[in-house]
């Protein structure tokens, strides 16, 4: 069986996880492409900001 990987303290790394070098943590998302990424987190971006558009109108509209 394969060694687990751990950090500075001994605490188990998950996939996609890694420490830098001064002692923080970083995930690495396991898409394929940048863009991809990016449209994930714009689109939900662009659903919140919508969401708050329609309430602030609905306060508005009242």
Known sequence: ???KRK?????VLRKGE???KD???HYVMGHSD???TMNV????SFERTEKEMQR???IINF
């Open 41 to 44: 987190y714009n689109h939900s």
């Open 7 to 11: 950090d500075s303290k001994g605490r």
């Open 18 to 20: 890694h420490e830098r």
């Open 34 to 36: 940048a863009s991809i």
């Open 56 to 58: 602030a109108d609905n």
């Open 1 to 3: 069986m394969a060694e």
């Open 23 to 25: 002692g923080r943590y």
